[in-house]
């Protein structure tokens, strides 16, 4: 009866761990194309973010997972202006061919300065609609990608909305930026911020920010929701 008792138990414990580890993900990747990016920064922030998109895909493609990632790539600049991609399923070929063509083709359209709290709000609102059309858990992770001082252009209201939004239990807020001021600004709001030398670093930031391990949700009395 012990015996049983044991095994039942690690059997129990290996689904949960397991469960834990293959827990499928959102990202929604805001990148910087404003003036304060150079053409060759963009560029090679887009490739950056298509040799990501080949990871989901090869991912998916060799693992267990029957749930696949999904991903949407976003533009941002002054307020008002964004160019947005759309979600793609990781696993869809056609889908990751489509992705990649267009950010090979973009050319940098924004000018002015760089709103990257207005480019935080507007993809947490897009992540959380996406999230809550799926039929399961997904771990839901935006990442800002900027080059400037990210208060430049965006107002109180919405650096405000922004705060209230974060910490948040059903979406994660990662910021990779090129200076101090791009991801001191969000200190305390993301999960986690990486200051990078160039964009030359974005493929690896973006890996690592894919490893970490997403796990099941929890209750929190500190969790804030977006309804």
Known sequence: MQRTAIVTSF?????ITASAQAVPAIYTIEIDA?????????????????????????????????????LSVNLFGAP????QSGYINCSDPASLRFLKLWLGLLEQPLDHSSAA???????????????????RYYANRLILVT?????????????????????NGRLQLFVIGTSAASTAAFAGLAELALEIEDFDALAPA??????????????????????
């Open 11 to 15: 059997l129990w414990l290996a689904l």
């Open 34 to 70: 404003s003036g304060l990016v150079s053409d060759s920064e963009f560029r090679t922030a887009c490739r950056a973010v298509a040799d990501f998109a080949d990871q989901l895909f090869e991912q998916a493609r060799t693992s267990f997972a029957a749930t696949p990632d999904w």
């Open 80 to 83: 008002g202006e964004s160019l």
């Open 117 to 135: 709290f207005e480019a935080v709000r507007n993809g947490a609102h897009g992540a959380l609609a996406h999230d809550a059309r799926l039929p």
């Open 147 to 167: 080059a400037g001082n990210p208060d430049a252009l965006s107002s109180r209201r919405v650096i405000s909305e922004v705060s209230e939004l974060f910490p």
């Open 206 to 227: 973006l890996r690592q920010i894919s490893l970490r391990r997403a796990e099941l949700p929890r209750l929190h009395a500190g969790w804030k929701l977006l309804e």
